[in-house]
């Protein structure tokens, strides 16, 4: 019989397969709630991160308190009560004054203390005389300023002030989890690390070049900063400790896209190098010469698609900066090849815009391209897929309808798309199996009309080659924005009145806070049906969400016919259109807009020779911030310098839209605050891919787990 083991071994769990359920006090109503926060493994816990830090060194006294307040306080309890009004409460009166020693209280240099849940234990220990340290928020009761369920500390007579813990850690949290649930919970987790040491996934080489702390350490100092931590460091997160956090998933990050690249490299694609014969051809019928950030761009892609690697361009500049032309460019030299290429575009619209304008292009060199959307169905249907299965159709430009099971390319060369924003990675992955042929793959070229600073694409797109269009086209008149207060609603309108009746057409913009599509399109309905009202032979269109998509998409195009001349509309018509004719833009209510957002909306006029206008019909009044945004889009057009303020107020979650396509979210770092490590997480990254295969798999799992498979491409 062997002995009985006294303590099992503990088992050599990762954190990440510890569930929060297992945790003290983890019942499953607090587990609901950190699920709400996308929290669900002790991992998970150690990753949240506080968000700020409060300093309890300091003392308050308490005649200086003042409500709305969080502060400590420290002193000596009067009197206590508990009193049986509408609900049962233990008060206690504390003071740090002279009343304190006559027994006497007067209120006006005492707090009150008000607990309504309280044990007899709790009501024994406080009595009169007893000294307390207490931290709470302080509010204006009925009679005095009061703390309700302020943390507390019994302190001996002639205790001295005590220096720890000092810095108290405060979480992001969700309605019903205490910043106290916190603390034990992170508690218990910090206890589990340090258990389970977690391996060191990041090459010795690496981390000398650093002195940063491992990352059982790192973690521990930013849940439970040391004494001797100063509240800058902390909230700045210069300290060693959040670097080597944010660096590692950096890292983590960069070596999972960075291999997805490397995979995609793996697979051989055809050499598309072309005669040079139609792109030659297409430059003589257009109307303009190319501007060298266009000439560099035509000329990275060239070389890429001369190679047998598929190409993973990603083509970046701003709205109107010219994208479309150096698609075509990328087309042409694959059906130069005997190859096929196709641009998938997200609105029906978008895709009817960019046929009928590359077929004027192209028409004239005998390239044909085809037109495949839902609307197209029947016999017409069956002719285009028949026309994109035999190769006889050289180019397609489509929606999603491209990445429909029954859509067979004969040769598949190149897959473009647009605005890839919009489009989920999924389906630009639908679109170039495509073009998978015996294991191989077509090029990819991936346009985007959001501009952002180059180390940040170089976290985000880590597997992606980069082009960037930065100035737009000479000659466009530059588009005037002001900003007028609603209470000057009428004589915009009367603007609006002359611009249609001058032949221009006008956009007119509603926003509203809320979430909902219905109450947005209400509310659109709303200001159409005014605006019709006030401007009678302006004809008024309206597009907004809860159209059906070729509702919508027929008002649209009866604007770009000029069947109408005003266009009232929800964000929708954010992505799209090209009315070179529209000079005006009025946006009601800007300032609820992210800057990113009111730039790609201007971006719908001046288009056309005409000097268009943007007028930012605001609420007043505005808060100084709001102020400050909206003087930043009049004052500048530099889509890049709005970008990079937007990122820096919103993050870049938000301005990228990355929620909604899946693109990665970051736990710790910030890939903008920490664009100066981007380089080296980069050279880590790729360090890792080459010496050390075996942490690959750890390190992605540690910060990505499931994640993973979400790569820009
Ligand atoms: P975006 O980058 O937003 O897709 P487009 O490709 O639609 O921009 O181009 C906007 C407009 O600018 C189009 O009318 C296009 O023909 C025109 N354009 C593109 N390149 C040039 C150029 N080099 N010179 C003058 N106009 C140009
Ligand atoms: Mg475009």
Redesign the pocket.
């Known amino acids: 019989m062997p002995d009985p083991t006294p303590d099992p071994p503990l088992p050599a769990v990762a954190l990440n397969q510890i569930p929060v359920a297992d945790l003290q006090r983890v019942d499953p109503r607090v587990e609901e709630r950190l699920a709400r926060l996308g929290l669900h493994s002790v991992q998970d816990l150690l990753f949240h991160l506080p968000v700020r830090y409060q300093d309890r060194g300091l003392v308050v006294p308490i005649a200086d308190l003042c409500p709305g307040a969080e502060v400590q306080i420290e002193g000596e309890v009067g009197k206590t009560q508990i009193s049986y009004g509408r609900r049962r409460s233990l008060k206690v009166w504390l003071t740090d004054g002279a009343g304190a020693e006559t027994g006497e209280l007067p209120i006006a240099c005492g707090v009150l203390l008000r607990f309504f849940h309280f044990s007899s234990q709790q009501v024994a220990a406080l009595r009169p005389g007893v000294r307390l340290s207490c931290y709470g928020e302080v509010r204006q009761g009925p009679n005095s300023l009061e703390l309700v369920h302020p943390e507390y500390r019994l302190r001996g007579a002639d205790e001295e002030p005590q220096p720890e813990p000092r810095l108290t850690p405060i979480y992001p949290s969700t309605e019903g989890l205490a910043q106290s649930s916190w603390r034990g919970l992170t508690d218990q987790a910090l206890r589990l690390l340090a258990q389970c040491p977690p391996g060191e996934y990041l090459p010795a080489a690496v981390l000398a070049g650093f002195a940063l702390p491992d990352l059982g350490a790192a973690l521990n100092y930013v849940h439970r900063p040391p004494s001797a931590a100063t509240l800058a460091d902390l909230t700045e997160r210069r300290h060693p400790a959040f670097l080597r956090l944010a660096f590692e998933e950096l890292v983590a990050h960069q070596v999972s896209l960075r291999r997805l690249r490397l995979a995609h490299l793996r697979t051989p694609a055809p050499v598309l190098a072309g005669d040079g014969g139609l792109r030659r051809r297409l430059r003589e019928v257009l109307p303009?010469?190319?501007?060298p950030d266009?000439e560099q761009a035509v000329a990275e892609i060239a070389a890429d698609l001369a190679r047998a690697l598929p190409m993973q361009r990603l083509l970046q500049?701003?709205?109107?900066?010219?994208?479309?032309?150096v698609a075509a460019l990328a087309a042409l030299q694959a059906i130069e090849s005997g190859r096929q290429a196709a641009l998938m575009v997200p609105t029906e619209l978008l895709s009817e815009q960019h046929y009928k304008g590359l077929a004027t292009w192209l028409q004239p060199l005998g390239v044909a391209p085809v037109w495949l959307t839902g609307r197209h169905k029947g016999r017409e249907r069956t002719a285009i897929l028949a026309a994109i299965a035999t190769g006889r159709a050289p180019l397609v430009i489509g929606t999603h309808a491209l990445i429909q099971e029954e859509v067979r390319f004969a040769d598949l060369g190149l897959a473009i798309t647009?605005e890839q924003h919009r489009f989920g990675v999924h389906q630009r992955m639908r679109l170039c199996e495509k073009g998978a042929q015996e294991g191989g793959a077509p090029h990819q070229l991936i346009?985007t009309?959001t501009p952002i600073p180059r180390s940040l694409a170089m976290t985000l797109y880590a597997d992606l080659d980069l082009s960037v269009?930065t100035k737009a086209?000479?000659?466009r008149p530059p588009i005037v924005t002001v900003a007028l207060p609603d209470g000057r609603r009428e004589a915009v309108i009367w603007r609006v009145h002359n611009a249609c009746a001058a032949g221009h057409q006008a956009y007119w913009v509603c926003t509203l806070i809320e979430e909902s599509e219905a109450l947005q399109a209400q509310a659109a309905q709303e200001t159409a049906r005014q605006l019709g009202d006030c401007l009678p032979g302006v004809r008024v269109g309206l597009v907004h969400g809860r159209q059906r998509p070729p509702e919508r998409e027929a008002v649209m195009a009866a604007f770009a016919a000029a069947d109408l001349d005003l266009l009232v509309a929800t964000t929708v018509i954010e992505v799209g259109v090209?009315v070179?004719n529209a000079s005006l833009m009025i946006i009601e209510n800007p300032e609820r807009l992210g800057l990113s957002q009111l730039h790609q909306l201007r971006?719908r006029v001046g288009?056309g020779a005409l000097e268009s206008y943007c007028v930012l019909l605001y609420h007043a009044p505005l808060t100084a911030q709001a102020r400050d945004r909206l003087a930043l889009i009049r004052s500048t057009l530099d889509g890049f310098r709005i970008a990079e303020e937007d990122l820096k107020m919103r993050g870049a979650g938000e301005v990228l839209g990355t929620r909604q396509t899946g693109t990665l979210e970051f736990r710790v770092a910030d890939p903008l605050r920490d664009q100066h490590l981007t380089g080296a997480a980069q050279r880590a990254a790729d360090l890792i891919l080459a010496c050390h295969p075996d942490l690959v798999e750890p390190l992605i799992q540690r910060w990505l787990g499931r994640r993973e498979a979400f790569g820009v491409v």
């Not at 303009?288 to 501007?291: K, V």
């Not at 500049?317 to 032309?325: E, Q």
């Open positions: 303009f010469a190319l501007t266009q500049g701003d709205v109107g900066s010219g994208k479309t032309v647009d346009m009309a269009i086209p000479p000659g090209d070179p971006g288009r």
